[in-house]
């Protein structure tokens, strides 16, 4: 079983950078992927982005593309969403995830096939 804590996140105005960052304990993630979802109050939670730990693939939503990267610290075991320039859009609790087992590619961005959830960290962008 492997274990998420997420850090960073915060308040920024419009524009503005933020950065998170998941550390697993229990088990590496290995050759699976670790995600970032986030979901705001009435709102489903979206998927933001993900990247495979063996190789660095990556994948991103239509809303962060081009302004979100995702990026991976092997000797940390920990993987990072920077955002930039950022949105009062953007505005959500933000949560990593981690499947259990090899998840193909088609299914990266479906909330319901990842098994290990971090805690979630607030993200507020003011206008």
């Known amino acids: 079983q492997v274990h998420l804590v997420e850090s960073g996140g915060g308040w920024v105005q419009s524009g503005g950078s933020l950065r998170l960052s998941c550390a697993a304990s229990g088990r590496a993630f290995s050759s699976y992927v670790m995600a970032w979802f986030r979901q705001s109050p009435g709102k489903e939670r979206e998927f933001v982005a993900a990247i495979r730990w063996t190789d660095g693939s990556t994948l991103y939503g239509d809303s962060v593309q081009g302004r979100f990267n995702i990026f991976r610290e092997e000797d940390k075991n920990s993987g990072n969403l920077q955002m930039n320039s950022l949105k009062p859009g953007d505005t959500a609790v933000y949560y990593c995830?981690?499947?259990?087992?090899?998840?193909?590619?088609?299914?990266?961005?479906?909330?319901?096939?990842?098994?290990?959830w971090g805690q979630g960290r607030q993200v507020t962008v003011s206008s």
């Open positions: 995830a981690a499947p259990r087992e090899y998840l193909v590619g088609s299914r990266w961005k479906t909330p319901a096939a990842y098994d290990c």
